[in-house]
């Protein structure tokens, strides 16, 4: 079976203030076996906001003027058709936090990474 490749993008507001521009490639190497890249670029919605999950809590940041530009995410990932119902996924995720967060933090943020696995069983 040949290698099927899918581009796509899109934007998202998952928050009132967030906004998310996506960028995913995904190829399925067999019928058992996909892999995927995705590039997050992460921004404010509006200048002068709170960003944070609890609007209603103490010292939220705000957005004051300037750079909008949050961080920018690139994940990798691995799905593994184990079975009917099965699904074996790996992943890495890279972050950098954009300069602006440097100033929220006193000091220069460090990127991270993460990586995950999941094993899923759908009966």
Same mark, same amino acid.
């Given at each position: 079976? &040949?290698?099927?490749?899918?581009?796509?993008?899109?934007?998202? +507001?998952?928050?009132?203030? $967030?906004?998310?521009?996506?960028?995913?490639?995904?190829?399925?190497?067999?019928?058992?076996?996909?892999?995927?890249?995705?590039?997050?670029?992460?921004? /404010?919605?509006?200048?002068?906001?709170?960003?944070?999950? +609890? &609007?209603?809590?103490?010292?939220?940041?705000?957005? =004051?003027?300037?750079?909008?530009?949050?961080?920018?995410?690139?994940?990798?990932? !691995? /799905?593994?058709?184990?079975?009917?119902?099965? =699904? $074996?996924?790996?992943?890495?995720? !890279?972050?950098?936090?954009?300069? $602006?967060?440097?100033?929220?933090?006193?000091?220069?943020?460090?990127?991270?990474?993460?990586?995950?696995? /999941?094993? /899923?069983?759908? =009966?």
């Amino acid at each position: 079976m &040949p290698c099927r490749t899918v581009v796509s993008a899109g934007e998202a +507001d998952l928050q009132p203030v $967030l906004r998310i521009h996506r960028l995913a490639l995904t190829a399925r190497l067999s019928p058992r076996d996909i892999v995927g890249a995705k590039y997050f670029h992460i921004r /404010t919605n509006e200048i002068d906001s709170p960003i944070g999950l +609890d &609007p209603s809590g103490p010292d939220i940041p705000q957005i =004051f003027g300037g750079s909008k530009h949050l961080a920018d995410d690139i994940s990798v990932d !691995y /799905t593994r058709v184990i079975g009917e119902g099965m =699904f $074996l996924n790996a992943a890495v995720l !890279y972050s950098r936090p954009a300069a $602006l967060l440097d100033g929220f933090a006193g000091e220069p943020l460090p990127d991270w990474i993460s990586v995950t696995t /999941t094993l /899923t069983l759908r =009966f």
